[in-house]
């Protein structure tokens, strides 16, 4: 059979799970798909690949092709989400003199109560701090401010890839991060970080990476599009399964993929977590997730938070912003290319974001499924429906 050749760009974090997945285990060949996967050092670099043609599609911070759309960051290409490649796997950490004063004040470092984490970084901070993120449009942003508006902290956010993160901690250049895994662990293993949060104590399902192509792509290679989709959905659903996992780790661990070591890439994928160099461990469940509770599905609702975050602190319109934002979610594609291989779907493709404290059935084709709890940690609950 002769394979179709697709180019996909990645940065190298646990959460490309799927994509390597779908490549090493043969999902993507049994789609007819030749998978060239295409490494980048930074999330500028592949956003550039991907509009310019470099690649047909690419494992995407989740805000950015939402900022886009919004018009923010100049470039003007539609990029259109497919499906969710990955659901939390972030992890906030500190410099280790930040750490020690949170620990001389009898913090516990309890590594769930968000409330409790940022009274604690107030009260240590000292100063401003400078929090390193990956990319000025990204879940780690959204997330970090939305966690700390409010509080008397001056901040500031400043860009880093992932890879060069545990580098700036460790050379003084920031004082905090939040980046995805494996990266924060590494910075644990290096001596230099603690780890305070995981993303999923701010927001219990923050969708983190997504599949992102062009739109007009998508629109000239519909079949393509639909193959390319079944085989990362298959992958998760493989990655599901917990016994795939330690395979996972070593296909990930690769040079060509993150180049991390094994046990460190195991940590977020069991939610057994390191969370300081003195050893410390804690048990998070729902660290990282790729395919249960309807985590693939590009939900219109999570994207208008986005919207609405970014619309609000860049003086946009929001529901402008959020129109925007939902356009862009291919619900449409979702439905018409993973029904076939076995997905169950949503009965609709927006639901009220935060407004889940257990899991909860909700209608599907199938009948119902189960969607996991959903909170933010102040509790309040987004509708992209309410009057802006």
Not at 151 to 168: C, F, G, H, N
Not at 183 to 195: E, F, P
Not at 214 to 228: Q, V
Not at 290 to 299: I, K, L, M, R
Request: glycine share 8%; aromatic share 8%.
């Amino acid at each position: 059979m002769i394979l179709d050749q697709l180019r996909v760009g990645f940065v190298p974090l646990l959460d490309m799970a799927p994509l390597a997945v779908a490549r090493e285990m043969g999902f993507a060949a049994e789609e007819g798909i030749a998978l060239e996967l295409t490494r980048a050092s930074s999330w500028s670099m592949l956003r550039d690949m991907l509009v310019f043609g470099q690649v047909e599609a690419a494992q995407m911070l989740a805000p950015v092709p939402i900022a886009m759309a919004m018009g923010l960051g100049g470039a003007a290409t539609r990029l259109d989400i497919l499906q969710v490649l990955s659901v939390n796997g972030d992890v906030i950490g500190l410099s280790q003199r930040l750490a020690a004063r949170m620990r001389a004040a009898a913090y516990g470092f309890d590594f769930h109560d968000a409330r409790a984490a940022r009274t604690a970084l107030v009260a240590a901070a000292g100063g401003p701090l400078r929090i390193g993120i990956p990319f000025p449009f990204s879940t780690h942003a959204e997330l970090v401010s939305y966690w700390l508006n409010g509080a008397a902290l001056d901040y500031e956010l400043t860009t880093i890839p992932p890879p060069q993160m545990v580098e700036a901690l460790a050379r003084g250049e920031i004082d905090a991060f939040c980046v995805g895994e494996p990266w924060g662990s590494v910075a644990v293993d290096a001596g230099v970080g603690t780890l305070v949060l995981p993303s999923r104590a701010i927001w219990a399902v923050a969708p983190e990476k997504v599949l992102a192509v062009r739109h007009d792509w998508s629109e000239a290679n519909p079949a393509l599009t639909g193959r390319l989709m079944r085989a990362v959905w298959r992958a998760a659903r493989w990655l599901h399964q917990t016994g795939n996992r330690g395979v996972a780790a070593d296909i990930l661990a690769r040079p060509d993929y993150v180049n991390a070591p094994v046990e460190v890439l195991e940590r977020a994928l069991s939610g057994n977590m390191v969370i300081s160099p003195g050893g410390d461990l804690r048990r998070v469940s729902d660290m990282i997730r790729f395919f249960e509770g309807a985590a693939s599905f590009p939900w219109r609702s999570q994207a208008a938070w986005f919207a609405a975050q970014m619309a609000e602190r860049f003086n946009l319109d929001p529901a402008a912003s959020i129109a925007a934002a939902s356009a862009i979610c291919r619900t449409d594609l979702y439905r018409r290319n993973l029904r076939s291989a076995g997905a169950d779907l949503p009965g609709a493709s927006e639901k009220l974001e935060g407004s889940l404290h257990h899991p909860t059935a909700v209608a599907s084709e199938q009948g119902q499924m189960i969607l996991s709890p959903d909170a933010f940690f102040d509790s309040r609950v987004f509708d992209l429906m309410a009057p802006r």
